[in-house]
């Protein structure tokens, strides 16, 4: 059985800056890990992957320069650092794991993975 176990969410101030973090437990191996959010009324969409052995990464546009996302595979944990926050980054935030190879994929759509975390609230106040 997989987990993924969220935290780092909350309230914060347009500009500003949150990290969040999310550590899978009982996956045998890991080929990617990838944050989606998912605003009221709208559909969840992509942020940000990265592999677990090269560290390849890949953003949505309009978070390019300001997230960034990074791992610790000792840890099996994938963390999103957001900075200059802006109030469209309003949303819930889910954490994602892909456990095997995959071609021609950018990892870009929600059905690539296999599992998914709990969500994480990120409110940016103006």
Do not use: H
Not at 9 to 30: D, Y
Not at 112 to 126: L, M, R
């Amino acid at each position: 059985q997989v987990q993924l176990v969220e935290s780092g969410g909350g309230l914060v101030q347009a500009g500003g800056s949150l990290r969040l973090s999310c550590a899978a437990s009982g996956p045998r191996s890991i080929y990617a890990m990838g944050w989606f959010r998912q605003a009221p009324g709208k559909e969840r969409e992509f942020v940000a992957a990265i592999t677990r052995r090269g560290g390849s990464t890949d953003y949505t546009d309009s978070v390019k320069g300001r997230f960034t996302i990074s791992r610790d595979n000792a840890k099996n944990t994938v963390y999103l650092q957001m900075n200059n926050l802006e109030q469209e980054d309003t949303a819930v935030y889910y954490c994602a794991v892909r456990l095997s190879f995959i071609v021609n994929s950018m990892l870009r759509r929600p059905n690539e993975y296999n599992y998914w975390g709990q969500g994480s609230q990120v409110t940016v106040a103006s």
